[in-house]
C-alpha cells in the first residue's frame, strides 16, 4: 500500500454518483484513476481548490469496501462549515476535487482477522465501519459482527436499507439502533445518549471482540469508558474521533 516513506501524491477524483443518506446527508461516488485501494476503516484527505487558488483541506472516512479507482464518502451537512455544504448540496456529476490517501493504521479491519468485532457508532461515525461490514460481506467471511449505532433520530441513519438486508440474510450480523432525540413508537428503549445497557459486556462473545468506536469526541469518550467499565481491555478497543478540523 505504498512507501511510508514517500509523500502521498494528491490525485484527481471526479464525481460518478451520488444519492442522500438523509435530509443533511450525502453519499458520493468518486472515480479516482490510479487510486491504490485501501483497508476498510482508513480515511483519506480532501482537497477543494477554488478558481483563485484559495484551497480547503479536510479529512473523509472511506465508506465503501476497498477496491482500486473508486472511492465512496458519506458527508454530512456541517450548518456553515467550509467544505461539507459544497460536498452535500453543490458538487455536480463530472466535478472534480483530489484526494490523498490512505490515512491510518491503527483503525482498520481486513477479513483475515479472526475475533468477533463489536462496532459503536455515533452519527456519521458509522461511515467507516459500514467499510468494515462491506469488506466482511465482499470477503465471504462469518465473522461476528454487532453494530450498535447511534443517531438521533430514525430519519438520521445512514444505509438504512443496506444495513437491514446485512443482518436480515446473514446470521452472523446484529444491528442495534438507538436514537438520541426520538425513537419510534414501539422502542422498548427511551430515547437519549448512549448509556451503560447499550453496550455489550466483554462475555457476550466466546472470544473478547476487537472494538471500534467511530464518532463525535463527547460520545468516542463516553463509549470508551462504559466498554471499559464492561470488561473489554482498553487495548482491545479502537477509536476515531470526527472533531471539528483544526
Ligand atoms: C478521521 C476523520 C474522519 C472523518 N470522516 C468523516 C466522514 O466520513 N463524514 C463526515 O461527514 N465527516 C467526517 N469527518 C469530519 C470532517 O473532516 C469535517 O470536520 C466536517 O465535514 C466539517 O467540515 P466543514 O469544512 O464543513 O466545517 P468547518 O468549516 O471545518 O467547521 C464549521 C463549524 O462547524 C464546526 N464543526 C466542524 N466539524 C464538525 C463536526 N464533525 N461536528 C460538529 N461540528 C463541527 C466547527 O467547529 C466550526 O464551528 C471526519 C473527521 C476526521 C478527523
Not at 454530512?76 to 459544497?86: A, H, I, N, R, T
Not at 430514525?154 to 452472523?172: C, I, K, M, W
Request: glycine residues 10%; aromatic residues 6%.
Amino acid at each position: 500500500m505504498g512507501d511510508p516513506l514517500k509523500p502521498m501524491p494528491w490525485l484527481v477524483g471526479r464525481l460518478e454518483d451520488s444519492w442522500l443518506e438523509t435530509r443533511t446527508a450525502r453519499t458520493i461516488v468518486l472515480d479516482v484513476p490510479g487510486w491504490p485501494g485501501h483497508d476498510a476503516g482508513q480515511h483519506v484527505d480532501v482537497r477543494l481548490t477554488a478558481e483563485d487558488g484559495y484551497t480547503a483541506q479536510r479529512t473523509y472516512s472511506v465508506a465503501s469496501a476497498p477496491e482500486p479507482d473508486r472511492l465512496v464518502l458519506t458527508v454530512q451537512l456541517v450548518g456553515e462549515g467550509e467544505v461539507s455544504p459544497y460536498l452535500v448540496e453543490t458538487m455536480r456529476t463530472g466535478d472534480e476535487l483530489e484526494v490523498r490517501g490512505p490515512i491510518g493504521g491503527w483503525f482498520r479491519w481486513s477479513e483475515d482477522l479472526p475475533e468477533p468485532v463489536l462496532l459503536v457508532a455515533g452519527g456519521s461515525g458509522v461511515v467507516p465501519l459500514m467499510a468494515m461490514l462491506r469488506q466482511r460481506e465482499r470477503a465471504g467471511v462469518e465473522t461476528d459482527f454487532h453494530l450498535v449505532y447511534s443517531a438521533r433520530t430514525p430519519d438520521h441513519v445512514f444505509y438504512t436499507n443496506e444495513l437491514h438486508a446485512l443482518a436480515q440474510r446473514s446470521p452472523g450480523i446484529r444491528v442495534d439502533r438507538l436514537y438520541s432525540r426520538g425513537g419510534l413508537p414501539d422502542d422498548a428503549r427511551p430515547p437519549g445518549r448512549l448509556r451503560a445497557a447499550d453496550l455489550p459486556a466483554v462475555g457476550a462473545t466466546s472470544v473478547p471482540p476487537r472494538v471500534y468506536v467511530c464518532g463525535p469526541s463527547g460520545f468516542v469518550e463516553t463509549a470508551a469508558a462504559i466498554l471499559i467499565e464492561k470488561g473489554h481491555d482498553s487495548g482491545a478497543i479502537r477509536t476515531e474521533r470526527f472533531g471539528p478540523s483544526s
